[in-house]
């Protein structure tokens, strides 16, 4: 029986998502964390392959283990579907050692697939997969009518991605029963910042690997059987959030780890995700990258702002 380059890629990949699912001899989960990483563009807007490299390089300085390519933080829904492909066949090259997962939802199903077979063709270790949005809760029939061939498609672990205040689709526990059984159905992000919401999926299903998408939850999260963190303001705190991951696997500190990132990421207040967070790495020193419209950068007066923020919680000197 021949190999074909998509399943040695499924089979290679597998383990990765796997590990964070299961736990570890003593009972509790092996957590990791995952940055859902900005869209690195440069004034024209265009994808920039020197800024991707210098930022996946901060990003692996900073302990991050694995990266998140065309999430909501990378702004997916200004993109093409051949610009999403692009910009993930960029973070592929300049990764290094860090794991990558890309998000291939679309309102279309058709074009879902066709990014997730393109994220296995080019090599990425797993998929994050938005429910078709804007439909405002369409039934739980509707969804796996919609999700399980895509599901059916994939030769690489799967994460569903929970977002409803921007999707207008809710993940909900009865979608996830209906496709708990899925084989490459492996886990969930949860972004909603419901933490009751989070739990019920680990409750319900313990084979799941549940990531939060909530800097703020990720110490009671792991303590609930999570698996780890999937955050954008990794992107500005990576350190400081592999801190928590490092505290709850070593079984240090989680509480005092926490409290650390919850002083910093007030700095980040006020604006888009992106906006904020493109303006703090800049002034951190990284190349300047830019926001496609309807964001808007961030001007003199408010880049000034940020700088003080900054400096109030000793990230700038």
Excluded at 27 to 32: D, I, P, S, V
Excluded at 62 to 83: C, H, I, K
Excluded at 290 to 305: H, I, S
């Amino acid at each position: 029986m021949s190999l074909t380059r998509r399943s040695f890629l499924a089979t290679a990949a597998a383990p990765l998502a796997l590990s964070a699912a299961a736990p570890k001899g003593d009972g509790k989960r092996k957590a990791r964390f995952v940055s859902a990483a900005l869209a690195p563009l440069n004034k024209s807007g265009d994808i920039d392959e020197a800024l991707t490299e210098e930022y996946l390089a901060f990003l692996r300085e900073g302990g991050v283990d694995g990266v998140l390519v065309n999430g909501s933080t990378g702004e997916f829904s200004s993109f093409s579907v051949a610009e999403r492909k692009r910009n993930l066949e960029v973070f592929l090259r300049h990764k290094g050692s860090l794991t990558s997962m890309c998000q291939v939802g679309c309102s279309s199903q058709a074009e879902a697939i066709e990014l997730l077979r393109h994220a296995q063709d080019a090599g990425a270790d797993e998929a994050l997969l938005l429910p078709p949005f804007y439909f405002n809760q369409p039934s739980t029939d509707g969804l796996v009518a919609f999700l399980e061939p895509i599901l059916d498609a994939a030769e690489i672990p799967v994460l569903l991605y929970n977002i409803p205040q921007l999707s207008e689709v809710q993940i909900t526990l009865d979608l996830v029963r209906r496709l708990g059984g899925h084989r490459r159905f492996v886990g969930i992000k949860d972004s909603w910042g419901k933490l009751d919401n989070t739990l019920g999926y680990i409750k319900q299903n313990a084979r799941l690997a549940v990531m939060t998408g909530a800097s703020a939850q990720i110490q009671p999260v792991l303590e609930g059987g999570g698996a780890g963190a999937l955050t954008g303001n990794g992107n500005v705190f990576p350190k400081q959030t592999k801190a928590i991951i490092n505290a709850f696997n070593d079984g240090k500190d989680v509480a005092a780890a926490q409290r650390k990132l919850d002083s910093l990421t007030p700095i980040l207040k006020g604006y888009a995700s992106p906006e904020s967070q493109k303006a703090c790495l800049h002034l951190m020193g990284l190349g300047k990258m830019y926001v496609r419209a309807p964001f808007v950068d961030l001007n003199d007066a408010q880049r000034k702002e940020m700088g003080e923020r900054m400096r109030s919680v000793g990230l700038l000197g």
